[in-house]
């Protein structure tokens, strides 16, 4: 069967609505430094057995956790477990294949779902309410943020240097059009964010900090959202790391008006990348003032209780002048995927594989410390944390990767100032003889 069924005459008479004479002319908007200009390279034909092969040479040219490898990266993405009983619940026809939930009287399992999810998340967070997911982490604090200028009818944010540096970057992509002037907030020596510099700040629409932040660092939200609130501005706390609210103080609790975030580490793989979920929760006073959608429980005619989506602000249910956004919508699979995971561990288990992780992290920290690494900042970390390598390192980096081991993210990349400092992580994955090992090859 053929993927492009247009004849060349339909692509011609294509072509001649359109006002173009040929493909390339087409593209011609398309900067030539994007545009490929020789034909891909295709290998011919293979048998079953011989793309097999191929395939798992390629495979086996990447380093991945489930290879053996040891891999101490987080930065935003990170290796758990997941209980086998949900990948199995989750491929299910009736979840996997579930129709989108616009017409709950065939939706109900779906609905229900989500509204489960809502409240997992707001009990997580620390919030009154959550909406039914977003894209993910990054999309998410860009839409907190869009939604805390639409509530203080303000165009000034102020965006923590310590922010996951993609986040930030997602941020600015969507504020640039709207002409929104965005203040970083630098950080302080112990790897903080120095909240004293909203003292001079005024008119500021919300202020946005990562608790635990890029260095792992937890953040004084507590004091970043007196300083906000004395200013008439909203603060807003993301993490990439939502199982770091099992152990420390939730957002909500910490004064906190919207939280949001990316929820993979909720049961859900890496998968190279994505797809992620964008976790989003608020004080109910900012109920109308949500993006995406939120489910809502009620009862019909005859009395039985049913779910249906009682909010939905997105451009493609409503009049776009009173859309609260144009492009969010939820990830509906793995919002059902984190349901599972919480549902699974429960507040209990929640919290005993937070101190896991907590403990692991230290373990390392502690050892490094003691073997003479620097460990730069003093703030308290969960289970990410920065060491300061001696100058060379580079050369022994390569060298542990030869050997399987990856030895966290070169900050350097995102923060010059960082040159020779890497972040590491450490979840419930790694035992203590894979610390130990790492420390032994380090010293080696």
């Known amino acids: 069967m053929r993927y492009l069924p247009h004849t060349e005459d339909d692509i011609r008479e294509m072509l001649e609505v359109v006002g173009r004479g040929s493909i390339d002319e087409l593209f011609e908007t398309i900067p030539a430094d994007c545009r490929r200009e020789s034909p891909l390279e295709i290998p011919g034909p293979l048998t079953e057995w011989e793309l097999d092969e191929h395939m ?263 009049r776009r002048e009173k859309a609260t956004s144009n492009i969010c919508t939820n990830n509906n699979l793995c919002a059902l995927t984190a349901t599972m995971y919480m549902a699974c561990l429960g507040r209990t288990g929640l919290g005993r594989l937070a101190r896991l992780n907590f403990d692991k992290s230290q373990y390392l920290k502690k050892q490094l410390a003691a073997a003479g690494y620097l460990i730069p900042f003093e703030a308290p970390t969960f289970n990410e944390f920065v060491v300061q390598f001696p100058e060379g390192f580079e050369t022994t980096y390569e060298r542990l990767c030869a050997k399987g081991i990856v030895a966290g993210l070169p900050l350097a990349r995102f923060y010059p100032e960082c040159a020779g400092r890497y972040l590491l992580c450490v979840t419930e994955t790694k035992t203590k003889e894979d610390l130990d090992a790492f420390l032994r090859e380090l010293g080696s």
Not at 90 to 106: D, G, K, L, M
Not at 118 to 144: F, H, K, P, V, W
Not at 152 to 180: F, G, K, Q
Not at 252 to 264: F, L, N, P, V
């Open 56 to 318: 798992e040479a390629l495979a086996s040219a990447m380093a991945t956790a489930g290879t053996g490898c040891k891999v101490f990266l987080g930065a935003g993405s990170y290796e758990h477990y997941i209980p086998e009983v949900i990948p199995y619940l989750v491929s299910r026809s009736e979840f996997s294949t579930a129709y989108t939930p616009y017409q709950p009287e065939i939706s109900q399992g779906t609905l229900q779902a989500l509204f489960e999810y809502q409240t997992y998340t707001a009990r997580l967070l620390g919030m009154e309410i959550a909406n039914a997911s977003l894209y993910d982490g990054a999309t998410a604090l860009a839409e907190a943020l869009l939604m805390a200028m639409r509530v203080t009818r303000r165009t000034r944010i102020a965006l923590s240097r310590l922010i996951h540096p993609h986040y930030r970057a997602v941020v600015r992509t969507y504020l640039r059009p709207a002409d929104v002037e965005v203040i970083e907030l630098p950080c302080l020596a112990d790897g903080r964010t120095d909240a004293g510099a909203l003292e001079a700040l005024e008119d500021c629409a919300a202020v946005a900090v990562q608790s635990p932040n890029f260095f792992g660092c937890l953040e004084d939200v507590e004091a970043c959202a007196a300083l906000a609130h004395r200013r008439g501005a909203l603060l807003v706390c993301c993490f990439t790391e939502p199982l770091a609210y099992g152990l420390f103080k939730n957002p909500g609790s910490q004064g906190a008006d919207i939280a949001c975030g990316e929820g993979q580490s909720l049961g859900i793989p890496h998968s190279f990348g994505g797809p992620g979920l964008g976790m989003f929760a608020c004080r109910k006073e900012y109920l109308r003032a949500v993006p995406g959608r939120l489910v809502g429980q009620t009862r019909d005619m005859d009395g039985k209780r049913g779910f249906v989506l009682t909010l939905s602000g997105r451009e493609q249910h409503i």
